[in-house]
Structures are given as structure tokens and as C-alpha cells.
């Protein structure tokens, strides 16, 4: 049985993601003072008297407003709601019933989901205690005062959302369920692939640029495997990361590639690879995850002037550090190779994870040093003893040398490749780590 999931809802800047940040433990979903600033649904897991659950947080929701973003941030929280098993509507007992208040109660109520009536900002309940009776006209039942600010009445607010949850049946983890971060510069079409994968409206399209600022998770299965889709914010050049939010949106997508397995670096097939594409392909480099390059746009390329190979050639000179990673060519637009993409992802996330048997990787390494002769310096030569693999994700190898001063680069790397050509290790970093003989671990 999936997990219970509650949605937050609520026009904006009534404290909603203040209240899921306090719960989850963590400042997830981006707080400022502002509203709209939560733009999509924002999921995370919780538990609570030993219940797991998944909760999530949504955009203020304004009702019939004409501008673009906010319709859409409205259209995500009725889709929150849809999903939900419970709804928690937080108010402002502060501005009192409001008319959009209660044109939520009618949304909700015609839901026919179970709703906890939160009124936030009761930081002083002493004083307010008889403002809260007006929002027993919403007709929802017993309002709970919170202040999600100073923590006051989360643990009643848990107690009633836990009373509403269905029966619990077997809950069981899957390990196997990889988690792909969708990275990329803004507005190369991150949320149009999630949405053409899910099939939904899942996260805002939108051609202005930054839409996307939470990071997003979306739960998918299918016939190549289950999986957990991670939408991010693109991340912009630091000239133009004015705004504390963008500040935010930009480690909001590299903790996003550090829970990844699998990262999918998108590129726009109508500009290249850009300077900003190799700063952050080169962090899911350094994360040490999966990667894959993912040519998107590429129906709108004229086939003529750009081949396949050719662009592959171009990519790779300027991500040359990336030459181990696969590169894919689709149309979140239209759909064309999307179906491709599962399988590939699933032969990276197994070689991100794979591990090799101690006297098979010790036999290459004897067959590489017969063929090319580790190097000398000032009549010293390198000496290499065996190599052992410390870790996965990525495979991390250890060499046990006699002097690691005259272990180069370029050997190094004559090294990786060997392993590269025996064990595959497709779309993975290696990483190489140098000791000499007696060293102790770090």
C-alpha cells in the first residue's frame, strides 16, 4: 500500500511552508515573505507515531486570477488535492475569514477529502483565543490555532491528520527505485520532460525562464523500473543570481543531485553546450553520480547542417571530462526517444553502483602495467602493488604504490581507461584514490 499523503493548501502567505519545513526538519521548500514564492507541489516524507507518510507543500492558491503563473499555481494545488488523502487548510487568524477562504472551503469541500482547519499566526493564543470561532463559518469543523513560526500546536495538528489516515496495510521500502535528478540551465524543458514522462501537468511549463525554483519529486513506474524523477531549479550564472530565492533554487538543485543516482543533464539542442552547461554537468561530475547527456529540442534541429555525430563530436570537446557519459537525443516536446531514455538510465545507475571482484580488477591492472610501464622520475620508478575498490557510487578504487608522489595524472587516467575498456562503467565517474604500501585509511 503507497503511503498516506496531505496536502497543504491555502491562499498565499498564511505561513504553509513554514509549517512544512517545521515538520520535515528541514528548510525544503523555500520561506520568504513574498507571495507565490512556492510555486510547485513539494513533496517529502514524514512520519509520525510511527506512520510514514508523504506531505506535501503548494503554491497559494489565488482564485480566478488572470495572470499565467498564478492560475497555474492553483491548478497545482487542486491536483495536490486530488492525490491527497488528507488536506490540511492553514488560515491566517491574524486577517481573519477571507474571501478566498472561503471560496477554498467550497474547493474543498466538494473534494470530499477529510481537511484539518489550521489557523496560523495564534503566536499569542491568549489574545486571539476569540478570533478563531469565525472560522467555524467555513464549515469545516474545529479549527486548530497554530504558530508555525514558534512550533505552538504542530503536535495537535499531527494528531488529528494521523487519525485520518487509511488503515495501515503492509508499507514496504523499495530499494530499487532510482532516483533521477533532471538538471539544466533554465528554460532547456526539465518540467516538460517530468511532464511528458508522468503524463500530467506534474510541475509548471512555462516559457519564462525560472519557473521551476523547488526542487520536485515525482514517483513513477513502468515496465523498465520504478523511479523517483527529481525536477530542479536551473541554475543560473551568478551575475544574474540576485534574488535570495534564485540563491536558494541554485542549492536546492545541488542537494537535489547529491539524493540523485542518476543525474539527466540536459542540454538545448538549438544553442550547444554552454559555459553554464559544463559548470553544471561538472557538479554531478563531482558529486560522483550518474550521468547521461540528454540532447533535448533535437525535433526542431535542421538535419541537414547537424548531424548526430557531429554534435556528439562537439559536445565532447567541451565537456571533455565527460567523454565516459552517454549522450541521448529527444523532444520533451513531442516525445520522440523519451521511451529510450529508462533503459539507459537503468544500465548508469547499475554502473554507478557496480562493484568488481578483488583478483579480476588486480588482473587488469597487471595486464595494463605490462603494456604500458608505469613512469619513472630521476631514475626512480613508480611502483604499484595491488588495487582494491574502497566503494560504490561511484566505483572508488584504491592503488597501493611505493612512492605517490610519482603516481602522474596521466597515468591515472591510462588506468581509468583500461578499466573503462574491461568493466564498461558507463556513464559513471571513477574515482582513484593513491596510497603508499603501510598507509593507514584516512
Not at 513574498?34 to 503554491?59: H, L, M, Q, S
Not at 486530488?82 to 466538494?110: M, P, R, S, Y
Not at 557538479?283 to 547537424?306: F, Q, R, S
Not at 548526430?308 to 567541451?318: L, R, T
Request: hydrophobic fraction near 40%.
Amino acid at each position: 500500500m503507497a503511503k498516506p499523503t496531505v496536502a497543504i493548501v491555502g491562499r498565499p502567505n498564511v505561513g504553509k511552508s513554514t509549517f512544512f519545513n517545521y515538520i520535515i526538519g528541514q528548510r525544503l521548500s523555500i520561506v520568504e515573505d513574498k507571495p507565490g514564492v512556492t510555486r510547485d507541489r513539494v513533496y517529502a516524507e514524514c512520519n509520525w507515531r510511527g506512520r510514514d507518510f508523504t506531505i506535501i507543500d503548494t503554491g497559494g492558491i489565488e482564485i480566478d486570477s488572470t495572470d499565467l503563473i498564478t492560475a497555474e499555481i492553483a491548478n497545482q494545488a487542486n491536483i495536490a488535492i486530488n492525490l491527497a488523502d488528507v488536506v490540511v487548510f492553514i488560515t491566517d487568524i491574524k486577517q481573519g475569514v477571507t474571501q478566498i477562504d472561503k471560496e477554498i472551503a467550497l474547493i474543498l469541500k466538494k473534494a470530499n477529502k477529510p481537511v484539518i482547519l489550521v489557523c496560523n499566526k495564534a503566536d499569542n493564543y491568549g489574545k486571539t483565543s476569540d478570533d478563531i470561532y469565525e472560522f467555524y463559518n467555513l464549515g469545516l469543523g474545529e479549527p486548530f490555532p497554530l504558530s508555525a513560526t514558534n512550533a505552538i500546536g504542530i503536535g495537535d495538528i499531527l494528531d488529528a491528520i494521523y487519525e485520518h489516515f487509511p488503515k495501515e496495510e503492509e508499507n514496504e521500502e523499495d530499494d530499487e527505485t532510482i532516483k533521477v535528478a533532471i538538471i539544466g540551465k533554465p528554460n532547456v524543458g526539465k518540467s516538460s520532460l517530468v511532464n511528458k514522462i508522468l503524463g500530467e501537468e506534474r510541475v509548471i511549463v512555462s516559457n519564462i525562464a525560472g519557473t521551476t525554483r523547488d526542487a520536485i519529486d515525482s514517483s513513477f513506474e513502468n515496465e523498465f523500473g520504478k523511479y523517483v524523477f527529481i525536477d530542479t531549479a536551473g541554475i543560473r550564472r551568478k551575475s544574474k543570481v540576485e534574488e535570495s530565492i534564485e540563491k536558494f533554487s541554485v542549492m536546492r538543485t545541488l542537494l537535489a543531485i547529491e539524493r540523485a543516482d542518476v543525474c539527466l543533464m540536459l542540454i538545448d539542442a538549438l544553442e550547444g553546450v554552454t559555459d553554464q552547461d559544463a559548470k553544471i554537468a561538472g557538479e554531478a561530475h563531482e558529486a560522483g553520480k550518474g550521468i547521461i547527456l540528454v540532447v533535448n529540442k533535437w525535433d526542431a534541429v535542421e538535419k541537414d547542417t547537424y548531424t548526430i555525430e557531429q554534435f556528439k563530436k562537439d559536445v565532447y570537446n567541451k565537456l571533455s571530462y565527460l567523454t565516459y557519459a552517454p549522450i541521448m537525443f529527444i523532444s520533451a516536446k513531442t516525445g520522440q526517444r523519451v521511451n529510450k531514455l529508462y533503459e539507459t538510465i537503468n544500465n548508469v545507475a547499475s554502473q554507478n553502483a557496480l562493484r568488481v571482484n578483488t583478483s579480476m580488477l588486480n588482473q587488469v591492472l597487471n595486464e595494463a602495467i605490462a603494456i604500458v610501464q608505469p613512469p619513472t622520475d630521476k631514475g626512480k620508478r613508480l611502483k604499484i602493488y595491488y588495487m582494491t575498490q574502497a566503494t560504490t557510487k561511484p566505483p572508488t578504487f584504491v592503488v597501493f604504490v611505493n612512492n605517490k608522489e610519482l603516481f602522474h595524472f596521466s597515468y591515472e587516467r591510462y588506468l581509468v581507461n583500461q578499466l573503462r575498456k574491461e568493466f564498461g562503467l558507463i556513464g559513471t565517474p571513477i574515482r582513484m584514490i593513491v596510497r603508499e604500501k603501510g598507509e593507514k585509511d584516512e
